[in-house]
Structures are given as C-alpha cells and as structure tokens.
C-alpha cells in the first residue's frame, strides 16, 4: 500500500509540528461542587488534517482529550467529541473522518465541593495524529493547562469566552439530547414534526389510556349535530387538552419539578374524581349540567356552546395526559429547561400534545356519531348508562395512589360486576325490543364474567424487598461487585403503581432480580433538599425512572427506563447490563 509514515517538508519529525491547541472555560470563577465547560480548540496548519475521533480505519490513530487522572479537586470529566469530515486519500479504498483547519473539543469537569478558593490547574492531554493527502506523520501527545480560579461559595460565576460558548443555555443541552441533534442536523421542520410523532407516542405510555372512555363518554353524551359541528367539537376537546399539558409541561420544565408531581396530589386527584362523578350522575337523569344563563345570554349559537363546553372538558382532560413521560418527552423537558425560553417551550410543548391528542380528534368524532344512530325506543337511554357507569369508575384508577394497599385488588372487580348487574337486569328491558332485551343480559352476563376473571388474575402484591436508597448501599454494592437497582418513584405516581402490580410481581423478574441490590427512592416531597439533590445526582426529570448500574458501579444509561416498563423489557434490561 502506498499510504506510509514520511517527512513531507523538511523539519517535520511528529505531528505536534502541525497542530497547536489552546484551552477555555465557560466561567470565571468557578464554584466548588460545580459542572465546569472546556473547550479544547485545534488549529491545524493548511494542507494537513488529523485523525477524527470515530470513523476510521483499524490502523490510524484517533484524536483523543483525556483528563489527567488522581488531580486534587477534580472528580470526573466526560469529553464530547465533534463529527469529522470524510476524506479520501491517495492509495486508500474507503473514506474516513478527519478534522481540519480547526477543531473544538469540549469536555465536562465536575469539581470537588471541597476545592477551596483559589488558583487550581486543570491539566488536560490531546493525542492526535496529523497526515496530507499523501502521509502521514508520527503520533503526538500536547500536554494542556488550564489555570481555573475557584470562587468563594456564594460568589457570583460570570459567563466567560463567549465565542466558543455561545450562551449558557446552549451549552447546558446534553451533547446526545434527541432535540438539540435534530435541530442541528434536521432543522427546525423536521424536528417539530418529530415532536409531533413523539406525541402521537404517548399514546402506547398506560397512563394515557384513561383518555380513552373518557372522551367516549363525553362525546357520547352529545346532542346529536351535524358531523362537521361534531368534528368541531373534538378539535376544540384536543386544543383544551393541549394548553393545559403544553402549560404544565413548560413550567414543569422551566421550574425543574418533576413532571407531574403536582397534578396528582391528592387535592388534584379528588378534584379529577368529584368532575367525573358529577358528569356521571347527569348520565342517569338526576340533573342536565348546562351553562349559566347570564352565559347563555351572551352565547347565541347553540354550537359555540358545544365547542366552549368541549374546550373545557379539554382542560380538565389534560390533567390526566400530563403526568405521562417517556424518554421523548423527557429528552423535550430537559431542552425547554436548559434553553429557558418560555415561548419556545410552549410552541414545542403544544406541538407535542396535538400529537398526543391527534387520535382522540377522531375518537371524539366518532363517539359523537353514535347519537346519530335512529332513536328507537328506550335503548339509547341504557346506552347513555353505559357512558354514566364507565365515568363513575375512572375514580378508581384515579384515587388508586390514595387507597391502602390492594384494597383496588377488591374494588374494581366489584364495581364490574356492579355494572354488569345493573346493565344486564336492572336497567335492562324498558320499552326495548325482546331481541335487544336478550343482548342487553348478555352483555351484563359477559361483565360479571369479566369482573370475576380481573379478581382472580390480579397479580400477586410485589415480594421484591426494596431498600430505601443510601449512597453507602451503592458503594458497598460496588465493593461486593454486584449490580443495582434503584426505582425511582412515589406516592402520587401511578405509571408507578402499574410498575409494581404488573411488572415486579411477574416470577421472571423476580427471579431476575434475586442477586441484585435493589433500592427504592421517594421523590415524594420533591421540594425538600435531599430530594433535589438526589434529582440532580442522577439527572431524574420524571417518574418513575428505572436505574441500572453494572458490577463496577457504573450506570447503563443506554438502558434507563422512563415510564412505564413491561416484564419483558424488564428482562432485557437487566440482562442487557451483565452483559458488561
């Protein structure tokens, strides 16, 4: 092969003769315990490029910034290494990633709480390796210092080299966040309409699901209207279920409270329960909900009443979406929280919903066009019970972080085999057709049979024995070189609930986890200071979070589960983190 090791221009003996480097920080002074910037910038002479830091044949030697290792004062530092640009060269088949001109390394130094004030020199090594179009010269290594001054606690950081830190909260966006790489790679498009469809992902998270006979019983206790006054209506459900998750999401994000946390206290979980109870008792003729007439007075259309109605109902709906995360969402919170720009989170927060919230347009649709069906007789009044009875139940799911512990193993079989007494015999037979009599004992039959099948196939309560989270329990877990575990979670989560009842109860899991150290956090009392310093530790946006660390200590967070985890998932995971 042609490619070798030379001496292009006389003098030249490694690489460092081509390339100089210098080093920034993004503030002056810095604080003890902080997370400082740096900024390792490259010249390269011209006609010279040196290696990138992925993307490259098997013999060449990629770039490399490394941290000095036992530096007094300087717990870790992690390095983000730019994209390079493929190149050809002259007696190579393939192209690889090479930098050239110059080339910004930037690295994250976490420094020690217990640095005093003062000077304190932060040495960093960049190896590389410099070739032209034709050679390439020997490797080199450029020993770096960067004189850092440490403030007194309390002393006011201030931003520094802007130039290469083109503001604070751009440079606080994770390097692999999904909205920051799409935007710079994508564009501005592309990127909303992946917020877009990562809505419409929310969708697949349980906790979404009671959105579903919700909006069916809404909707189908419309006032029969023309379709397109329907469609209306479902448009205006969604846009009221998209400002308040659009709302709450943004100031979840520019406050750093978890995702939800306040939506489902007890006072906002009775209030959602008192609502659909009060729309379930007009279902049954007790009373009709309609506006004030002061309102009506100034309202003239009949179905702007509808769509104001619907807006509302959307609003209070809302409540129940927005407590739900992802990984997508979160990786959206924690752009809208760096950037703290309150119209650019709304926008990206309300596109997200729509997507969400996209489905139940026709949903809503369709619901309503169950009043068009031909009124024959009293059967459309037990349909409408159908509606009450499922409005009357939401409370159960609702209220369920709130009960004592599987007291629901017992109430929410009853309340079907509730229902299915009073569709199948007791509202049943009034002024219908006998056929549809039969049906309609049928179909009370099938829930009764439905009830005692959910009793008897509740899952087991969990038998996994959690402890409460202790840092020494991870460093003596370290020391003993076995993996941990840690749930994040809390009392008012209900993804988390499902967590427990579906998928730590499952045998596999538990047998998964035999030889694990498992630890459970308790983000609730979000607000108090241990807690946010446990947030902040592990970068927790929502819950419940899944944490897996290996034998070493270190955590997978390829492997993090956000949500709603299934058994299967759950397996994978941790056999995924042995595997190291």
């Known amino acids: 092969m042609f490619f070798v090791f030379s001496n292009v221009r006389a003098g030249l003996v490694d690489s460092s003769q081509v390339v100089s480097a210098a080093i920034h920080s993004n503030v002056n002074p810095a604080q003890p315990g902080s997370l400082v910037k740096v900024a390792v910038v490259a010249q390269i ?22 941290l000095e290792k036992n530096v007094s004062g300087i717990l870790e ?42 000077l304190v020199q932060l040495p960093l090594q960049l190896r590389f390796q410099a070739c032209n179009d034709q050679s390439c010269l020997a490797p080199a290594t ?11 606690t309390g002393q006011a950081s201030v931003p520094t080299n802007s130039q290469f830190f083109p503001s604070s909260s751009d440079a606080s966006v994770p390097e692999d966040n999904i909205i920051q790489r799409y935007l710079q790679n994508k564009g501005v498009l592309l990127t909303f309409i992946l917020i877009f469809l990562g809505g419409l992902a929310l969708n697949l998270t349980p906790c979404v699901y009671p959105m579903i006979p919700l909006t069916i019983s809404y909707f189908g206790n419309q006032k029969s209207e023309k379709p397109m006054v329907i469609l209306g209506r479902a448009v205006a459900y969604v846009c009221g279920i998209s400002m308040t998750y659009s709302a709450l999401g943004v100031t979840a994000a520019l406050t750093g409270r978890i995702l939800g946390s306040s939506l489902q206290s007890p006072v906002v979980l009775a209030g959602i ?16 909900i309609q506006a004030p007439s ?95 009875l499922i409005l009357l139940g939401m409370p159960l799911y609702f209220l369920n972080p709130l009960m004592p512990e599987n007291l629901n193993h017992w109430l929410t079989p009853g309340y079907i085999i509730l229902a299915g007494v009073l569709l199948g015999f007791v509202f049943s037979g009034r002024g219908v057709a006998p056929g549809f009599k039969k049906f309609q004992i049928g179909f009370g039959v099938l829930l009764i049979a439905l009830g005692s099948f959910v009793h008897h196939s509740w899952p087991e309560p969990m038998k996994l ?96 589960g956000i949500g709603f985890v299934t058994p299967d998932q759950m397996l994978e995971k941790l056999a995924q983190t042995l595997k190291r």
Not at 507 to 517: S, T
């Open 142 to 152: 450029l020993k770096l210092s960067l004189p850092l001054q440490v403030g007194a």
């Open 45 to 66: 002479e011209p006609g010279w490029h040196i290696n990138a830091h992925e993307g490259l044949l098997d013999f060449l030697i990629p770039a490399e910034l490394t």
């Open 294 to 388: 002061w309102l009506l007075n100034r309202i003239a259309s009949t179905s702007t009443q509808g769509w104001l109605g619907a807006f509302g109902m959307g609003l209070v709906f809302g409540i129940v979406a927005a407590p739900c995360v992802d990984p997508f969402s979160i990786g959206l919170l924690t752009f809208v929280a760096a950037k703290a720009n309150p119209y650019l989170g709304f926008i990206m927060f309300f596109t997200l919903s729509l997507g969400l919230g996209f489905p139940y347009i026709w949903l809503g649709f369709f619901s309503g066009e169950i009043q068009r069906l031909p009124r024959s007789g009293m059967w459309m009044v037990w349909v409408k019970k159908i509606f009450g």
């Open 273 to 288: 329960s008192l609502v659909l109870v009060t729309l379930s008792f007009s279902m049954f003729g007790l009373y009709e």
């Open 465 to 560: 024995s959690f402890q409460p989270y202790q840092t020494a329990l991870v460093e003596q877990a370290k020391k003993d070189g076995k993996p941990v575990f840690i749930d994040f979670t809390a009392a008012w989560c209900l993804p988390c609930k499902e967590l427990e009842i579906k998928t730590f109860s499952d045998p596999q899991v538990r047998d998964g986890l035999k030889d694990w150290v498992l630890l459970k956090a308790d983000l609730t009392q979000f607000t108090s200071g241990p807690v946010e310093e446990l947030k902040k530790a592990y970068g927790i946006q929502g819950v419940p979070t899944l944490v897996f660390l290996d034998a070493q200590g270190r955590e997978r967070k390829d492997l993090r």
């Open 77 to 118: 530092g992690t390095v983000q290494y730019p994209a390079g640009n493929k190149k050809n060269l002259a007696g190579l088949d393939k192209p690889f990633s090479v930098y050239e001109k110059a080339v910004t390394f930037y690295a994250d130094v976490r420094l020690s709480s217990s640095l005093k004030p003062g």
